[in-house]
């Protein structure tokens, strides 16, 4: 078997059929039988030979991409021995061409395709994708049948959130402990504000007792502590950041004598309704006896 550059396979196809006709040349065969003879072992010779060397995409090709909203994203696939095949890239959800080779195949014109000369990659780019872009893609090479390399595309908006959920439940007099993480923005927030109602939170207030701590990299967040819950410190609080959608939570400061676990279990999220009624039953049931 011949492997390695395709320059060396084509000189031993040469040597081969040399040896061929150096063997024949003794024979008294006419000079269109001695074509006929090179030009048939050529073409079964060479049929093997590239049928051993079909092209193939490289296994180290990425097959899941996340992008955001409106940032350009790039869907790569690198094709090894391509020959004079083409490669083609199509969506799944509606069995759409989008590129052919260089050329793109949609009037959709978020979408190009791109190619360098003699490179092995074959890239389709979407400028300014939007959610509905999620989903498969196929590199596609032009063999009997056609082979394909999947693509899983995910594009992602920024997003807040809050980590006790739509609503918290706690003791007066405790300390209210709210976690706002910040997750797919281009980069990080440079500023995060917390609100209580209309009313700017700062830590060098006149209430005192409060701290904020901020970390901000690939996924940011900012802890909002307020010591000695009061009364007054009922309400909705919002995380709102600079670069993405606002958060908010409403909460709710208990008066009385209430077991803490039951305030610690009251947290509840927007998906957690039943439990809220249950705390809210527990919570009756203590003020009035059955």
């Given at each position: ?82 020959q ?17 080779g ?88 440079t ?59 409403r ?7 209430h ?32």
């Amino acid at each position: 078997m011949i492997m390695g550059h395709p320059f060396r396979g084509a000189l031993f196809i040469s040597l081969l059929q040399c040896l061929f006709l150096r063997a024949n040349s003794g024979a008294d065969y006419p000079d269109s039988v001695t074509e006929m003879s090179s030009r048939q072992f050529r073409a079964e010779y060479l049929q093997e030979w590239q049928g051993s060397h079909a092209p193939y995409f490289d296994p180290g090709t990425p097959r899941n991409i996340t992008g955001l909203v409106g940032h350009p994203v790039r869907l790569l696939c690198r094709v090894k021995n391509l020959q004079n095949r083409t490669v083609s890239w199509v969506r799944h959800r509606d069995i759409h061409l989008l590129t052919v080779g260089r050329y793109t195949y949609t009037s959709d014109q978020r979408f190009e395709a791109q190619h360098k000369p003699r490179s092995e990659e074959w890239a389709l780019r979407i400028r300014s994708p939007q959610r509905r872009d999620s989903g498969q893609y196929e590199c596609q090479i032009s063999t009997t049948p056609p082979i394909g390399h999947a693509v899983f595309l995910n594009i992602v908006e920024p997003e807040t959130t809050i980590s006790s959920g739509s609503e918290l439940f706690l003791q007066k007099g405790s300390t209210i402990n709210l976690t706002c993480t910040v997750r797919h923005t281009p980069e990080p927030p440079t500023s995060i504000t917390w609100t209580h109602g209309e009313q700017v939170i700062n830590f060098d207030s006149a209430r005192g007792g409060i701290s904020l701590v901020t970390e901000k990299g690939l996924k940011s967040t900012s802890r909002l502590l307020v010591q000695r819950a009061r009364g007054s410190d009922a309400g909705l609080y919002t995380c709102g950041p600079n670069n993405a959608p606002p958060a908010s939570t409403r909460v709710h400061v208990l008066s009385g004598e209430h077991p803490a676990a039951m305030q610690q279990g009251c947290a509840t999220s927007s998906l957690e309704m039943s439990v809220t009624l249950t705390c809210i039953i527990l919570i009756l049931s203590i003020k009035i006896p059955f």
